[in-house]
């Protein structure tokens, strides 16, 4: 009986206990869903503030800004205004390399609000004579982040976007919308027409610019009335053995630096509408750094028919521009293949099958390039010499009861090629080799000593 009374007792006092467990716990959930409620009113308070305080800070000049920006904030057609609208316009950079850095540069400085950069490659020795935001410590890095480091450096206030992709038509335009402005700084015509077409798709103002050797150009497309578009101008691309890019013909840095500071300043008028003065739209701006003069000349006006910028456009959608224009975008891939694979040789067996034998190396490199550097045992006959037919006829004459072996070499491959394949077509019974991968890949699997540019 004493037993059964212990258990009765234990139970009871058990349930009280858990009861007021119950009370205690109903009471902590009431207190908790309160100060949650309390958290999120405070949250949402503090949401609204911050949006309130970056939307003034678009709105208004702090005293950093005033600082900053006053030597231009002082000029009569640029103003608190003018800063403002800079501040509210996003840019988009094309091509990170000679241009692309000193528009940058001066758009971030002026106090640009967001700046976008794309580019696909890294950095490299060859680009520091004129691509000047890179520097010995961001070799192999990707450009557009070495670039986004060194601007943050110019101007910690401004927003940097980087996009480190191959702008081609099944991205450009979801990240051209993103912007107010665009920037052409790239170097090749397949770009030229994407950006071209992507621009007028989306009317957005495209800012072009190009340099090489000695000279530069620029101009506005797809601003105001009647401005042309680079189709209106150019229907048709060039033929691709007529295009040459800075890796081949060369460019003076102070060069590229002209024309992407131009490039800056007309960016800055476009969003400010001007600036007083006159946007370079329906006009091209012709640079001759020899003589160091400018010329301006003006443009044809609209295409009726303009495949993509007319009433009734011919293209709605993006195409594929490389195979339109039959040349790359990138320059990562354009080794060439158009010889036989016995006209071809590695340079492991020029170096150890042919160099011992009697032969004629001929570097088809342009001057300027074979007194950089050469083989010793190579004379210089440039590609263009080979391609005259008469050069070539006073050649076999001279060569006519020789058996000597003919080899091309050139910087990477792709000119000895087409050296072999003329002399070949000229003249099938001789034989007549390139080296694969020329002097690059001599320095890569032979001599790394020998200089590469
Ligand atoms: N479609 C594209 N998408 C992204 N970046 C591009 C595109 N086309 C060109 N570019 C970039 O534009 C830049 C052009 O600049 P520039 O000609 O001065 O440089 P480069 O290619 O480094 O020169 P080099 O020919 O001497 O190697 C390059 O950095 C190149 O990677
Ligand atoms: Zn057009």
């Known amino acids: 009986m004493a037993a059964e009374t212990k258990i009765d007792d234990e139970i009871e006092k058990l349930r009280q206990e858990i009861q007021e467990l119950r009370r205690n716990c109903a009471a902590k959930e009431k207190r908790l869903s309160e100060l949650e409620a309390q958290q999120q009113k405070q949250n949402e308070q503090a949401n609204a503030q911050q949006q309130q305080t970056s939307a003034s800070s678009d709105q208004m000049l702090n005293n950093d800004d005033i600082a900053r920006y006053s030597r231009q904030l002082i000029l009569p057609n640029f103003g608190v205004k003018g800063q403002l609208k800079l501040k509210q316009t996003a840019f988009l950079i094309v091509g990170m390399g000679g241009l692309g850095c000193p528009s ?52 910690p206030h401004c927003q940097i976007e980087c996009h480190r992709l191959l702008l081609n038509s099944e991205n450009a335009l979801e990240i051209l919308r993103q912007y107010d402005v665009v920037l052409d ?23 072009s610019g ?4 000695m000279d530069g150009q620029l101009t506005v497309y797809n601003y105001g009335e009647n401005c042309p578009c680079y189709r209106c101008l150019y229907p048709v691309p060039p ?11 060369g460019v003076l840095g102070a060069i590229t630096g002209v ?12 969003a400010l509408g001007g600036l007083g003065g006159e946007v370079l739209a329906g006009r091209l701006l012709i640079f001759d750094g020899g003589r160091c003069q400018f010329r301006n000349i003006r443009l044809r006006s609209k295409r009726a028919d303009c495949d993509v910028c007319s009433p009734k456009p011919m293209i709605t959608q993006l195409i594929d521009y490389e195979q339109f224009c039959g040349m790359h975008a990138s320059d990562k891939d354009m080794a060439l ?11 492991e067996e020029y170096k150890n099958e042919v160099l011992q034998r009697k032969h004629i190396l001929m570097d088809v490199r342009q001057p300027a390039e074979f007194e950089i550097c050469r083989l010793p045992n190579s004379e210089n006959v440039p590609l263009k010499t080979i391609l005259n037919d008469s050069y070539l006829q006073r050649f076999e004459e001279e060569l006519k009861d020789e058996e000597r072996g003919i080899i091309l070499l050139c910087r990477r491959g792709n000119d000895s090629q087409l050296a072999a394949q003329h002399i070949l077509q000229r003249f099938p019974q001789r034989a007549v080799f390139d080296i694969k991968g020329g002097l690059h890949a001599w320095h890569f699997k032979i001599d790394n000593s020998f200089p590469i540019y």
């Open 210 to 213: 190009s340099a090489l050797q």
């Open 185 to 207: 700084c790239t170097d090749n015509v397949a770009t030229r027409y994407l950006l071209n077409d992507a621009c007028v798709m989306l009317n957005k103002p495209l800012i």
């Open 104 to 155: 940058s540069q001066y758009l971030l400085a002026a106090g640009c609000g967001r700046l976008g950069l794309v580019d696909y490659d890294e950095v490299e020795r060859s680009n520091f004579h004129r691509q000047t935001l890179h520097t010995e410590m961001s070799i192999g890095m990707a450009k557009v982040e070495s670039a986004k480091q060194a601007l943050q450096q110019i101007n």
């Open 259 to 270: 024309i992407g500071s131009l490039q800056a300043l007309e960016a800055i008028k476009v």
């Open 337 to 347: 293949n158009i010889l036989p694979l016995e006209n071809r040789l590695t340079v």
């Open 239 to 249: 033929p691709p053995d007529t295009v040459t890019n800075c890796g081949d013909g």
